[in-house]
Structure formats: C-alpha cells, structure tokens
C-alpha cells in the first residue's frame, strides 16, 4: 500500500446531486478547496454554485459527461485538483476509473483498483469470500453463461432463486423467480437489463434465502494495514431491490451479533487489502446466519445514519485516509461512540400510484424541515427542473433520535414539514411506510413492501372529499390574492362581497377522475359541498401566499398549494396531490391511448423498438422500451390492430407526451 508523497489541497468531486453537494461540503469544512464538474443539464446545480470552481464535461447524458473518464480527469488537470472523490454512482465502483486517476498523478479517494476489481465482479467477490470463510449463500457463479446451464443451476440450488447481474447492483439486472417456466424468460430479461445497465450480462445464481433481512456492515481501512468496522444498518425496506428506509442500528441485531457480522466484514474487507469507506452487505435470516451478498467499494447513499449513531464524519475520515493518515479510531472506540438511533428515507420523484413510474419536470416549490434530530441531504431548490437522465432520488430525509421510536417520530414529522410541489414524488408513501405497525415493530423482512403495499392497494388509493374541497378552495383563494393584488385591495377584504352568498361551480381533475364541486362560500370564509351524498365544510383561518389555515372538524390544519397553467398542487390533509382546474375547459371525450397513439409517459431514451409499420398486434404487447432514470419501462399496446407508423428508434432521447407508436385499431 503506497502512501503518498505529498498532501492534497484541492479536491475534485466527479459527482453530482445531493452527494455532491455534500462531499463539497464536508471538503470545505475540513478546510479544502473543491471543484466541481458539470454536464449541460446542471449548469445552475447547488452542487456547481457551492464548488470553488467548477468545469463543464459535456452534453446533459451521463454516458456523454459524467461516465467519461478522460473528461474528468481532464477537468481536475485544467482546475488544478490533486484529488478526486468520486461519490457514489456513476464511476465509483470503476477499477479503470481509479487506475486512471493515479495514472494521471492524482489520488483517488477511495479504494486501489485492484481491491475494487476484486469485489466489482459478484461471482468473482463471491469465490473470494468462500476462500476467506466468509458465509455465502449457496448458487453459481461460474463462467458458462448459457441459458441452459443457468436455468439447469437454479435448478440445483433450488427454487426460488435469485437472478443477479455480476457487474453492477441497484436493483437492475436482479430478478426473484419462484416457478420453473419463469427461468429463462427471467434470465433473458436480466441479462439485458445488466448489459444495458454496466456493459456485462453476466449474471450469477443465488438461492433466494426467504424472509431474510438486508443487514449491511460499514467497514473503513487505512493504508497501514487497518481495518474497523462502524456496526451495521438494516436495508430491509426495498421495492424492485433497491432501498427505500435504512437504518442504524438493526432492531435484528444484538450486541454479539453485531460481532460475528463485524468480523466476517472487516475479513472481507482484508481479504482485498481494503483502504477507504466500504460495505459489506449481508443476508440475514430468522435464526440469525448470515451470508455474503457483495462488498460496495464506495460511500453508500446511507452513510448519514452511520455517521449519526457514531458520532463521526465518513467524508472527512475519507479524506485523512487518502492523506495517508491511520484511522481516527480504533475498533474499541468506536463501539463504545455508539449511541442512540438514526433512520433515513430516500425522497424520490416517482409516482407509486403508477408503479412508481419517474417523475420529470419543475420544482414549483420544496422545503425542507427543520428540528432537533433532522438531517437532510438535497440538491433541490425551487424553480429548477428535475431531469430524465439521472436517478429519481432528490433527497435523504434523515431524523436521529436517543431511542429508535424517537427516531421514528422525528421522522414523521420531517416528512410532514417537506414540501415538494410541481413534480409527484414518494413523500407519502415513505410516510405510510414509517407509520405502519410492523415497521414500528422492527419485525420485518425485505418482504415488507410487498406484504404491506401491494401495488392494487397504493394504485386504489384516492383523494377524500376533503381534500377536493381544499383544492378548490385553494384556486378560490389564490384568484382572490391575484384579484386583490391587480386592484390594490387589502388582503382581508379578500372573498369579502355585500350580496348573499353565491354558489361557485369547479370542475376539478385527478388522474382519469372528475369531480364536480358546486361550493358556497361565506365571506371568503366558510367553504361548503356536497358530492355523491357526502358533505363537506370548512373554515378558512388565515391565509397567505401560497398557503392557508383552516378549520375542519374542530381541527385546524395548514394547507400549502402552488400553482402552475391550469395545475395545482396541494399538500393539505396528510397528502400532495395534483388536480387539473378543468372549470372552464372543453369537453374531453376520448380516453388515453384509445386513439391508437402509444406516447413517451416521460423524459426519456428508446432501447429497443420492437414493432414496424404494418406489424399487427395484440393488446398488451410490448412495442416499446424505454429508458427513463435508470430504469426500463415495458410500453404496451392498449387494444390490438395494426402498427400505422413508428417515430422512433433505439438510442433516441425523447420527451414526455412525445408519440411514439401509432396504432390502428382492429375494426
């Protein structure tokens, strides 16, 4: 292990985001100067505005910025950076990467190319582990990659299996199968994801260990020979294996345990000549083995929770490390530092009334809250856009607490204060999640979302009649503002009118459904409807831009709501949601995709397009995939008939609503 020769004052951070924005941070903190690197589409990020300086890599795609190697390093040379930290994402986990970077004279925060070679690759992690008697789950991780041979192994191992991706993680490429026919539709599917994904379709077998929770070690090396690790968080909470809570400590794991599973990741980690932050992720099961999953050789998304139960500053201790300075803290200390609990969720621009479809488009307003306990990590400002070529995550949403319930209800909490109007995001539902009686429990399993949340159970979910009335109060109130604004009038005199009480009509939008509201108004004041035989009231307290207090029930509450065209959107009653003021526009008659037009569902790029002109089809048939913030969408016939025409190709970037396919429909 080379210790370098002389220290760095200027670091580079090839990233972007909230992960950027926070290694910049830190960085500076420590008292180092901090450049940053853009693609096209981050020109006015936070992450460039709070860099010392900062420097273009190319075009808005990340394989044409971000993922170009030579344009990194490119950069630190014109900016004069001695290091590069590489966040996480992107080229992290890149053995070339790191080889580049020390090729070129720089330091590379963050493992040797050889250790992160070595633990890149599962299947050749996996025989590694195996060697250093570190417990794995059984399977297969050889080279034969047939079809045939892969479906003949999951056979042998036993089923259900776990399809996984060799080379990449995430979630892409990774596919549970219970049933013998579902083998090869499964590993085909897999495969393709994989190579799209990293650049390899090798994929490796694991025997599915059923009811199991994700439990992951946080291991740290320097370059003179030590190795400790940080205890453990629970990842259990996944949908589509990728994570939506984790948390520190584990509620599974007790002090010995915390040992055992310790030891095994710091052998791990030695197994590789480890240096830097690392995580050793694990398997747990109800009778407490464990067995290797794969080592991620870069900080991870939820290194907050770690740093707040530990009471220590990963980036800093990344950075003394790459230094060549020894550990902070040896093994026993660190232990004896732990206390309390911390919990974090990852705030996504996703609808998961909609199969957690992504989210594009302009932050109309967000804010973040603020308490005793609450961390968060973002990017995000209002007036800016969120883009389609990078990953859906926004935030991390973090709360701490002396006790784990305290930590959960800081939690709730900070999730009630976070507003982010203008595009849908997971808000409520990672609310829901947190509320639920078995994640209070802590008895849980990575089944939990498919147990608790079944997607008919989010998809069935509508607003109540009180929230409707909200929303139309909220446009009432807002033309009022804009009403009083144009002539001068005093905001009390708002909704104020000498004649009786005159009804309003609203036509309001969500989703496919539509509501006609006749509301009365008295003064501005007390709101009332009735639809289908429900009736709803109430009274507006106070009001000011963008917001207003209200009465309901003999409960008041706080109402927020922005404005853009003809949507609105509303946080009120526990909930955000988007309605459409249709009060004064035409007529619709056809529904979506009943004319034959297959459209983009959102920012985007074309994989494949599996149909031409005059192809006949079936109703529910793919005919396009697309790509939209790292993940493929299957885009299906809605009736079947005959392709009239196709107006795209693979590798093309398309936008929201853009037609794709135009289908007739069979007669």
Known sequence: MSIPKHRFTKVLVANRGEIAVRVIRGARQQGYKTVAVYSDADRDALHVREADEAVRIGPAPAKDSYLVIEHIIAAAKTAGAQAIHPGYGFLSERADFARAVQDAGLIFIGPDPASIEAMGNKSASKIRMIAAGVPCVPGYQGDDQSDETLKAESLKAGLPVMV???????????????????????????????SNAFGSGQLLIEKAVVDARHVEIQVFGDRHGNV?????????????????????????????????????????????????????????????????????????????????????????WQLRVAQGETLPLQQEEVLDNRFG??????????????????????????????????????????????????????????????????ARARLLKALDGTVLLGVISNRDYLRAVLATGAFASGDFSTAFVGKYFPQEKIAAAMPALQQVLLAAVALYLDDARRLAGEHGLAVEMIGWHSSHDTPSDFKLKWQQHEYDLEVSAHDGRVFKTQLDGKAAELEVIATAAGEFRYLAAGVQGLARYARDEDALWLDAAGAIECFVDRTYAPAQTALAGSDGRILAHSDGKIVAVHVKPGDAVEKGQTLVVLEAMKMEFQLAAPMAGTVEAVSVEAGLQVKGRQLLVQIKPAA
């Open 164 to 194: 996984k991706a060799a080379a990449g993680g995430g979630g892409r490429g990774m596919r549970l199968v219970h049933e013998e026919a579902a083998l090869l539709e499964n590993i085909r599917s897999a495969r393709s994801e994989a």
């Open 341 to 406: 609990h911390a919990i974090e969720v990852r705030l996504c621009a996703e609808d998961p009334r909609q199969n957690y479809l992504p989210q594009t488009g302009k932050v109309l307003r967000w804010s973040v809250p603020a308490g005793e306990g609450v961390r968060v990590d973002t990017y995000l400002e209002s007036g800016k856009s969120i883009s389609p070529y990078y990953d859906s995550m926004q935030a991390k949403i973090i709360a701490w607490g002396e006790d784990r319930e305290t």
């Open 228 to 316: 400790i690790h940080l205890g453990e968080r629970d990842c259990s909470i996944q949908r589509r294996n990728q994570k939506v809570v984790e948390e520190a400590p584990s509620p599974a794991v007790d002090d010995a345990l915390r040992l055992k599973m310790g030891a095994a990741a710091v052998a791990a980690a030695k197994a590789v000549n480890y240096v830097g932050a690392g995580t050793v992720e694990f398997l747990l099961g109800r009778d407490k083995q464990f067995y290797f999953l794969e080592m991620n050789t870069r900080l991870q998304v939820e290194h907050p929770v770690t740093e707040l139960v530990y009471g220590v500053d990963l980036v800093d």
